[in-house]
């Protein structure tokens, strides 16, 4: 359940459903494994896992929901050993060739034919609610694993006014000049060991730094030559340790020692008490932490956000 990796989602709109309206809504995409003929499957899941049927988690003003992806895994070399098979039988029984068009048909019927023997790969993806102060989070590192989520949620509520969040500065900006030391440090943001510096545009060169100290004459030399910086790894508040890159994903996210120890102190007698202290610590950290790391990269603007969003970001759905 704790999540490893952060894409954010701002609501242009409050959210305004409720943990059971939105646990009645989710029910029409509940998941349900292939069958004999399905590529593919996604739907909603139970956060809880075996400890509950429900497809919704609520605590402290949150909501959780989960999304399993199902994939049947057919290798292509699988399918052209079997085409070619079939095409040279015919070829051979009937003393003709096999054209394009036709070969389409048969690999389509290769495909029905191995499906039911194929094996299964399934993902679950979480993201939660966080409706007081308008985020949906979710634990992907990718946007297109988000965005499958998110077209999900969208069908359950018929609407899902989002945008990616529409700072005032590129988190890029705010970082090299963080690196450059050209302004301060956020407070309760630490630099940590890693970085990517890129130079501007899309053939140009790329230099990764890890495990080593990132203030130093040989990163400086870098961002004298233009380079910007397109990942970094920071820790907040002792608490938090992840990379940011200028994409605004959170990446490599872990909990420090420090919030084991605020979980050591919770008393829980079965997994949904357990699970249950987990989600109310994690959100309400994560939570802060994101308050902070948005107001750290220049604030958010609301204007561009209700009046341009649709125009230059490209996950927003109108109500």
Known sequence: MWFKN?????????????????????????FRSCNSQDMSSYGWVAPLGK???????????????????????????????????????????????????EKKTLKDDVIMELLPKAFSRCQTTFAYIDPAKGWL?????????????????RECLGSLPIVNPPLKNMPSHSMTRWLAQDTPMPDRLVLGDECELREPGDEGGQVKVSRQELVGEEVEVHLQAGKQVSKMALI????????????????????TDSIQEQLDQVNAETAAEQFDADFALMTLTLQQMIEELMESLGGMSEEAASDTGKKSLPEMAQA
């Open 51 to 101: 400890h509950s049927d429900m497809l919704t988690h609520a605590g402290n003003g949150f909501i959780m929901v989960a999304a399993r992806k199902e994939e049947k895994i057919l290798p292509a070399s699988v399918i052209k050993d079997v085409l070619e098979e079939k095409i040279e039988l015919i070829e051979l029984e009937q003393d003709r060739q096999v054209f394009s068009k």
């Open 236 to 255: 907040w508040h002792d608490s938090l340790s992840f990379v940011l890159g200028d994409d605004l994903v959170i990446r490599k996210l872990k909990f």
């Open 6 to 30: 952060l894409i954010f989602y701002r609501f242009t709109q409050p959210f305004q459903t409720t943990a059971e309206e939105l646990e009645e809504r989710l029910q029409q995409k509940r």
């Open 137 to 153: 989070i979710v634990d992907a590192s990718s946007f297109k694993k988000a965005e499958e989520l998110t077209s999900c949620l």
